[in-house]
């Protein structure tokens, strides 16, 4: 049985898309199977693993409409060990279209439910804000990773996210578990991103990934290449970083 991981976050620009990307990447060279679900409609995961969103005629759009099968909008291998169910801007109509649908917040559940036992790990890239999708994502996972980036705000939004996940455990997914907090985008030459760590750290009796991904050029600049960062650099700061979060995220499944 795959375990099921959203990444979630509803502050844009903090790493939820690098982290989607760069983690799944990581599993996958650790041997192990990894399907990487695209929820947001801007696509980024999609086009950071290469693949053209706009040239696609099924995506996570069609198969929440009903319109096709998990199966047919599998992008398969997209690097190796990893498969994709990929995204593109239609899906922002998506919220619109499942007004009066019953039980939608289940609908991807009950299609990934399908094929998750192919697959040691299903990680969900979020979109930034708390709607219909992002409920979908976490109806379906097992647990929520919240990146959090190294900045003054960071705290900001954290409780809203930590009582949404709550209400979802509460109402919709007695499984759901808050997988734990990931630092992105730190800076060791700031004492802000040092206080921020150690700010979140006493607020949060939340798990928090001993693994912080720096700030990184290359890791900044893989995505537009449309590749993974174990593919662009493996030897950079940020590639490294991942693997050491992947390990993390693996040895948690044991526990």
């Given amino acids: ?35 990487v679900i695209d929820t947001d409609p801007q696509g980024n995961t999609t086009s950071g693993f290469g693949v053209d969103k ?37 899906l922002a109509a998506a919220e619109i279209e499942l007004i009066g649908i019953e039980k939608k917040e289940y609908i991807l559940k009950n299609e990934v439910d399908w094929i998750r036992d192919k697959y040691d790990f299903v990680i969900i890239d979020c979109p930034p804000s708390l709607n219909m999708l992002t409920i ?4 379906t996972a097992n647990s929520v990773l919240v990146p959090i980036q190294c900045e003054y705000y960071a705290l900001e939004g954290l409780s809203q996210l930590i009582h949404t996940v709550n209400l979802v455990k509460e109402r919709l997914n007695p499984e759901l578990d808050m997988e734990g907090v990931v630092f992105t985008m730190y800076d060791s030459r700031t004492n802000l991103s040092m206080q921020v760590v150690e700010n979140v750290k006493n607020h949060l009796n939340q798990r ?18 449309g590749m993974p ?12 970083a991942y693997m050491l979060l992947a390990d993390e995220v693996i040895n948690r499944k044991g526990e």
Avoid at 8 to 14: D, E, F
Avoid at 136 to 139: L, R, S, V
Avoid at 208 to 225: D, G
């Fill in 54 to 90: 706009n040239e696609l005629d099924n995506t996570i759009y069609e198969l929440i409409l009903g319109e096709c099968s998990i199966q047919d909008c599998l992008v398969k291998n997209v690097v190796e060990g990893v498969d994709l169910i990929p995204s593109n801007v239609n």
């Fill in 136 to 139: 979908n994502a976490m109806t």
């Fill in 229 to 240: 960062i174990s593919s662009y650099e493996p030897k950079s700061a940020g590639a490294e």
């Fill in 208 to 225: 928090v990934y001993k693994t912080i991904i720096p700030r990184n050029i290359r890791l900044a600049e893989a995505p537009s290449y």
């Fill in 1 to 35: 049985m795959g375990r099921i991981i959203a990444i979630a976050n509803q502050k844009g620009g903090v790493g939820k898309t690098t982290t989607s990307i760069n983690l799944s990447a990581s599993l996958a060279l650790k041997n192990q199977k990894v399907l």
